[in-house]
């Protein structure tokens, strides 16, 4: 964050054939639908509306063997 503070967010991702599908959810219990999840490569991206903004979201797959 831009004061130097963090927060804890839960994302739940569910595989379903080959589409991903889950919820983010906030620091304050709020909970949205993720939308538009891909998986190309090593990266996620997702999207979801909250506090009636679009978050657009990417993340790097790691390997934990």
Do not use: H, M
Request: hydrophobic letters at 35%; glycine letters at 8%; charged letters at 30%.
């Amino acid at each position: 964050l831009p004061d130097g503070k963090s927060k804890i967010t839960i994302l739940t991702l569910r595989p379903t054939g080959d589409q991903i599908t889950g919820t983010w959810a906030s620091d304050k219990g709020v909970s949205t639908e993720i939308e538009n999840a891909k998986i190309a490569g090593d990266n996620l991206t997702f999207s979801f509306l909250y506090d009636k903004k679009e978050y657009i979201a990417t993340a790097l797959a790691a390997d934990e063997r």
